[in-house]
Nanobody
Framework: QVRLVESGGGLVQAGGSLRLSCAASGSISRINAMGWYRQAPGKQRELVATITVGGITNYAESVKGRFTISNISRDNAKNTVYLQMNSLKPEDTAVYYC?????????WGQGTQVTVSS
């Protein structure tokens, strides 16, 4: 089992920045990728960015050039990944969910709200 805990959401004005963090604990040696998805009201959950343990990244087109996902760091029995979000837009408003994948399972955090005011 893998447990994911997110932090760093909040309210920010358009053009501002936020950094989300996700700490994974439990069977972290089995994780081969981590990342972030988001879900806005009335919309489906969508990919934001993911990164493999080998450092291969994947970004949604809508966030390329504005968001950066960090490498997965492993320390103190936890895997941690960060999402630096710059030049935020009102359409980035959503609940952001941390995601972790092993070869057999997927895990999700409880989500953190990001609200961008215009």
């Amino acid at each position: 089992q893998v447990r994911l805990v997110e932090s760093g959401g909040g309210l920010v004005q358009a053009g501002g920045s936020l950094r989300l963090s996700c700490a994974a604990s439990g069977s972290i040696s089995r994780i081969n990728a981590m990342g972030w998805y988001r879900q806005a009201p009335g919309k489906q959950r969508e990919l934001v960015a993911t990164i493999t343990v080998g450092g291969i990244t994947n970004y949604a087109e809508s966030v390329k050039g504005r968001f950066t996902i960090s490498n997965i760091s492993r320390d103190n029995a936890k895997n941690t990944v960060y999402l630096q979000m710059n030049s935020l837009k009102p359409e980035d408003t959503a609940v952001y969910y941390c995601y972790a994948r092993t070869f057999v399972s997927e895990y999700w955090g409880q989500g953190t709200q990001v609200t961008v005011s215009s």
